[in-house]
């Protein structure tokens, strides 16, 4: 059974730093790319970030370029979000994601975590 | 980037009934187009994917269609396990792009 397991989330002040960690089982991780998508409170979903199997393939949305870097372990199973210069349009539950491509990135995502809370506030 | 419209925002429906749900796409995307359902406080989970393929262990009342433009989530008969708030996606285009949702409430 595919898991997904976000950690990393809280409350942060604006222009501060965060890092999220995602722990993923169930699967072979270091065949598949993965993903960042999050959601505002009451708003929709939005991709944040995504990286490829192999971290030869990264990509950011305009809204977090620069300020967001993706990374990953696959000798531990895990997937990272380095989140600097926190705004308070970050505020957001942020879900890691799998992709279905095995060894591509298709950007469909097949399987969620429950995702981890950012809240950034003074 | 491509923007995804979906309709209507929110609908009301009876247990039973049948319930078609409409993305639109501002370009065309092949079937590059997925469905997801979220229920308030969970997670979105995967439904259909290229316009019309059921992900594993989705029942067969949900069914894609379209290709282009213009594409359908068709719920043939509503659960009360069904009521929830659904999303389109493409992936034809970078960057990946979601619909704003449309709220699947009980009349």
């Known amino acids: 059974e595919v898991q997904l397991v976000e950690s990393g989330g809280g409350l942060v002040q604006p222009g501060r730093s965060l890092r999220l960690s995602c722990a993923a089982s169930?699967?072979?991780?270091?065949?598949?790319?993965m993903h960042w998508v999050r959601q505002a409170p009451g708003k929709g979903l939005e991709w944040v970030s995504g990286?490829?199997?192999?971290?030869?393939?990264?990509g950011y949305a305009d809204s977090v370029k620069g300020r967001f870097t993706i990374s990953r372990d696959n000798a531990k199973n895990s997937l990272y979000l380095q989140m600097n210069s926190l705004r308070a349009e970050d505020t957001a539950l942020y879900y890691c994601?799998?992709?279905?491509?095995?060894?591509?990135?298709?950007?469909?995502?097949?399987?969620w975590g429950q995702g981890t809370l950012v809240t950034v506030s003074s | 980037d491509i923007q995804m419209t979906q309709s209507p925002s929110s609908l009301s429906a009876s247990v039973g009934d049948r319930v078609t749900i409409t993305c639109r796409a501002s370009?065309?995307?092949?079937?590059?187009l997925a469905w997801f359902q979220q229920k308030p406080g969970k997670a979105p989970k995967s439904l259909i994917y290229?316009?019309?393929s059921l992900q594993s262990g989705v029942p067969s009342k949900f069914s894609g269609s379209g290709s282009g433009t213009d594409f359908t989530l068709t719920i043939s008969s509503l659960q009360p396990e069904d009521f929830a708030t659904y999303y389109c996606?493409?992936?034809?285009?970078?960057?990946?792009?979601f619909g704003g949702g449309t709220k699947v409430e009980i009349k």
């Open positions: 994601a799998k992709d279905l491509m095995v060894q591509g990135v298709l950007y469909y995502f097949d399987y």
């Open positions: 169930g699967f072979t991780f270091d065949d598949y790319a």
């Open positions: 990286i490829s199997w192999n971290s030869g393939s990264i």
């Open positions: 370009q065309g995307i092949s079937n590059y």
């Open positions: 290229a316009a019309s």
């Open positions: 996606q493409q992936y034809n285009s970078y960057p990946p792009t």
